[in-house]
């Protein structure tokens, strides 16, 4: 069993940023995939962005590239999300989850991913 602690988000303004964490209980070694997902009001959830928890190499959704990094600290156990030039349409339920024994590019669905943090709502507004 692995548990993630989130914390960060809450209420920004257009143009801002944000930068959400989730801390693991147990160290994660390699061959895992973390991610950050996110539900807007309405939506299903989407793919923000994961990163290879042995290689440290990323992907990130159309939505956020070239504005959002994902990062992970081993030995504190973190995985970090930070959104700049943030958009109303960045409004949603954010969620950090794991998936254990895959690298990201054997990560094809949500399913996959086995573990998930308790979820942090980000409100963007004008």
Known sequence: Q???????????QVGGALRLSCQASTY???NNCWGWFRQ?????????????TGTSETLYADSVKGRG????????????????????EDTAMYYCAIALGRECNNVASQRH?????????VTVSS
Do not use: C, H, N
Request: charged share 25%; no cysteine.
């Open 113 to 121: 991913f086995d573990f998930w943090g308790q979820g942090t709502q």
């Open 40 to 52: 807007a009001p309405g939506k299903e959830r989407e793919g923000v962005a994961k990163i290879d």
């Open 28 to 30: 994660i070694g390699r």
């Open 2 to 12: 692995v548990q993630l602690m989130q914390s960060g988000g809450g209420s920004v």
């Open 69 to 88: 990094t994902i990062s992970q600290d081993k030995v504190a156990k973190a995985l970090y999300l930070q959104i700049d030039d943030l958009e109303q």
